[in-house]
């Protein structure tokens, strides 16, 4: 085996990479399909499905751990492991059976190794194209060299943080400009906000695949505590004003494309910051969420009118039963809110990754077809 730009690879180190590549990269798309599917009758089911792959990435992996990495190649051996390992983790994780006093806990773990596997791989996508797909969306797998030209600033480029260092240390923020990015337009913003004990440093995966491929800044901040000031919103607001305007001194910001979104606690917070007196925000999705009292309580009803938002959820949820959606629904459309409201029948309390698209496109204003 030769690479095309180093020295001759061994064929049997080549095939340990090989196996540990494609078998990692399995267990990325099976974790996530089957976050998707998450709903607590399934659960049993979906650990059973998993188990296979947890099998087989471990095996591959000892493979890998014994493969002498060719000169030269001693880092991005290190990081493949590093990734595969991750990976492994969150499998491992998924597979726990759940302990009583926090039946969430293992899927929520697996959830964080989940995007730090992609955090750790994420370098290696030019030195290995499957990844580089993963990494795109379908339309782009036969361009990747699109996505990554020679960036003309290599330090404005790529995955950036402020704060939130470590992964635990609240207040913080990650960002995501794509390297293909250029100062001689302007670029959409989209603001992800996770869910409640989320970080912004994970939900940011949640959202990197559409960013890279359809040229958006992205910026996922984590709330000051464990989940975002729903009573208090007042004390979370200027600081993801203040995360804003920073992207905005620093890249060219098309400020009549602001989209905030966000899922579960983060959704019901995407209304109360989208729809505060002097917002930046030109639209909202929401998914998962509810529309807090609060919101009649500060005259942000007043201010939905007009304003774009296209509103998501469940039909299985059990957080939020679909019927506090059904209400939301009305109450904005009666507040004269510009509304799109989707009702996923097969969605539980999770998120709906495929949706991220339909979002795009309902933003640019594209038409979005039947469901």
Excluded: C
């Excluded at 330090?155 to 704060?163: D, F, I, N, S, T």
């Amino acid at each position: 085996m030769t690479d095309s730009e180093g020295p001759a690879i061994p064929d049997a180190y080549g095939r340990a990479l090989a196996g540990v590549g494609a078998t990692t990269l399995a267990a990325l798309q099976s974790l996530e399909a089957a976050f998707r599917r998450l709903h607590p009758p399934e659960l049993d089911g979906l650990r059973q499905r998993l188990a296979p792959a947890r099998v087989r990435l471990d095996e591959v992996l000892e493979e890998f751990r014994k493969a002498s990495a060719p000169a030269g190649l001693d880092a991005f051996h290190q990081q493949m492991l590093a990734g595969a390992d991750h990976s492994l983790d969150a499998l491992e994780r998924f597979l726990e059976p759940p302990l009583p006093a926090s039946p969430a806990a293992g899927v929520l773990a697996a959830m964080s190794h989940h995007a730090r596997a992609q955090e750790t791989l994420y370098p290696l996508r030019l030195a290995l194209p499957p990844l580089g797909q993963y990494f795109a969306e379908p339309a782009l797998h036969d361009e990747l060299p699109l996505l990554d030209p020679e960036p003309a600033d290599p330090a404005g480029v790529g995955l950036h943080r402020a704060g939130g260092e470590p992964a635990n240390e609240r207040g913080g923020f990650s960002l995501y400009v794509p390297e293909r990015y250029s100062g001689e337009r302007d670029w959409p913003l989209v603001v992800a906000l996770h869910g409640g004990s989320g970080t912004g440093r994970d939900f940011l995966w949640t959202w990197l695949r559409e960013a890279r491929s359809r040229g958006f800044l992205l910026l996922s901040p984590t709330s000051r505590g464990s989940t975002w000031a729903l009573d208090s919103p007042a004390s979370e607001l200027p600081a993801l004003r203040q995360m804003v305007d920073f992207v905005g001194e620093r890249w060219r910001l098309d400020r009549a494309r602001i989209l905030l979104t966000g899922l579960s606690d983060g959704a019901t917070f995407t209304l109360l910051a989208g729809l505060a007196e002097d917002a930046p925000y030109t639209a909202l999705a929401p998914v998962s969420g509810v529309l807090h009292p609060a919101n009649f309580a500060l005259h942000n009803m007043q201010r939905a009118a007009g304003r774009r938002i296209y509103l998501v959820h469940g039909a299985l949820d059990w957080l939020f039963p679909v019927s506090l959606a059904r209400a939301a629904r009305d109450a904005l459309a009666e507040s004269g809110a510009a509304l799109h409201y989707r009702e996923i029948e097969d969605l539980s309390h999770t998120y709906p990754r495929e949706e991220n698209a339909r979002i795009l496109d309902w933003l640019d204003g594209k038409p979005l077809g039947s469901a």
